[in-house]
């Protein structure tokens, strides 16, 4: 896989993995979402979050072997929560988009 | 310790326990990596490296208790009782080396 | 003092944290920095501007090495190595180095490859570059001393991380807290959200640290096994030759060029350097290093052996020849060099470069929050740690906070305005350079004590964001080349250094405002403006 793009791909999956997993507390479940989750919307949530960051993993693997790809797995999943700590107070509605948008902005080049 | 004046009387320990952290416990990481390189399995010079490349762990680890221990004399106990048994453990082993 | 283990641990974690914490935010930002030494070095020695430097027949190489062995001769007969670096891409000229004595520092000069002259001042931006901060990174420019007190300060850092996991209770339930605009509770979130996201960058980095000089800090194995003989021992660990001690029988040195041209031929590389050991006496030897492949090497994790031949210096005879790519010595000492390599991160080229950069930033930035929330607490509610006299030290913390954080994000932008800003012929121009650099973190240190800290915050702020802002306006009237020709020619690494000296100009920005909001509001409260301080943030 090409390493820039692995590097955005692998970028968002950390962050919609994170949000999926913040989002099974209440205090963020109530900033982003309002109200409280319901337990099985918590097990889904989890087991969506876990397993995104488990395909980050993954992705990370193939772009860039198993010995280097999980130093970068680690890089990313903290640089995608830097941007979900930051987003969560300033703006929490936002949230759940950028976990969409992000990853469409890197499919324009697939058609040039 | 936390927001207390400082007076003589306990000021004392908190600087026992300061030189035991630091010298108390770079002495026996030493001590526990010349053991460690007795029983490491590997050729010497990898036994040697493998314990060192422990031994700040043990160091971290020392410090840690120096500062958790209910006041400094078991502090300086909690590193002088390993540091000895280990001391005389490799001389042992390095004894039982030159009979071998 | 019957105390929980969490009490002594918050005890432990403030007070060892605090005395630490400016020499770890310097080790932090530095080294942070140091991940791009190569293109500040690019930058700063003006290299985008150069042409593409040609490579050397085999023949050039030989004649250059001959003019250097000449240089080195009549320099210094009697060294106690020499060091010959062939012209690269990196750097067209043909660099000599020396030491006469283990204990006396090291020599340097730059030689023109195909005529031996050493090369004027002037003739190129001389400069120490990005090295200037890898070397502040890791012996803070104070040799072995400076190595020590790094050490030290990387054992606090390790200590400070285990008891902050202590103290910091709820780390699963904060893990994505920061509420932003509370003061206290504010600085707390960031210094524990910093950190916890960053963890296993923080503890591989710290532990790696302390491994690169494991020699050096922990000798007792040596010591014991080996009774203290390092070059017996790490010719044992590598499966290298045994070492060769000084026999104090003059003997010449046999020409370089031949004996470079044979180690070529038995490692099937060109030489990146030629090392002598111990020229002038009979024990002298030759080694020959393979030129490092760092485009092949990007995609591993531990860099392979580019090869070495190793000659005695006097006879000409082969010693020892290691092929490249070849692996030596066993697996712990493979684990040492993972360790290693995790920490110099020369593998996986600028993707994971910049996760380095990103994590090391975080790092500092997590270490100036827990610098500035001991006052922002204390602030509030002072605590009586020192008697009559702690009105006094928080003054000194406070004065230390202004000048080890701002103060040295300030001189390391000022670094690069020096760098341009220094005439080019004047006499040891990399050592000024770094001269000035303290000089500016200096004068900071003066202006925070002389200011109140929320002025001194502000200013020294306003000063690196207006540098930072400014550099490719400096680097257009100083040299006419910048970002946007660099942009235009694909030269990265130029545009790089100035597009994220602008980034870190917009963020100075971003925390003035903040810090002037804040002084505005307390204004309005009718507040006294220290408190407003607590909203500076470190960069």
Known sequence: MEKHFALYLVFFTCYAGLLAISLTMDRHHAQVLRGKPERSRRLALRLAGWSLLGLALWLCSLAWGWAIGPVAWFGLLSAAAFGLVFLLPYAPRFAPWLSIIGPLLALPPFYF | ?100 | MKQTFRQSMSWLHTWGGLWFTWILFAIFLTGTLGVFDDPISHWMREKGKAGEVPAMSAEERARAVTLAQDYLVRQAPRAEFWSIGLPDEDEPALRVFWRETEASPFQKRTLDPASGSQLKPGSARESEGGHHFVHMHFELHAGTAGIWIVGAATMAMLVALLSGIVVHKKIFADFFTFRPGKGQRSWLDGHNVLAVLTLPFLFMITYTGLIVFWATYMPAGIAARYDGDEERYFSALTDGPPARPRQFIEAAVAPLAPLMLRGEAAIARETGFVVVEHPGDRSASVRIFGRFDAEAESDRLVGRSSGTALFDAISGEVIDVQKPNSVRGGTVLAVQQTMNALHFVRFGAYPLKWLYFLSGMAGAAMLAAGAILFMVKRRKNAGNEFGSATAGVYRVVEVLNVAAIGGLVLACIAYFWINRLLPLDVAERATREIELFFAVWLATLAHAAWRTPHRAWCEQLAASAFLCLALPLLNLLSTGDWLVAALARGDGETAGVELTALAFGLLFIAALRHLWRRAAAADARDETLPDATATATGG
């Open chain 2, 1 to 100: 310790m936390n927001a207390r004046p400082v007076t003589p009387r306990n000021h004392l320990p908190l600087f026992s326990r300061i030189v035991a952290a630091i010298v108390g416990g770079y002495l026996l990481a030493s001590i526990a990596t010349v053991f460690l390189s007795f029983i490491v399995p590997a050729s010497l010079p990898e036994a040697v490296l493998g314990a060192t490349l422990f031994s700040f762990a043990i160091y971290t680890a020392a410090i840690i208790w120096v500062f958790a221990a209910r006041n400094a004399t078991r502090a300086w106990l909690g590193l002088l009782l390993p540091g000895a048994g280990l001391a005389v453990a490799s001389f042992c082993l390095q004894l039982a080396k030159g009979a071998a």
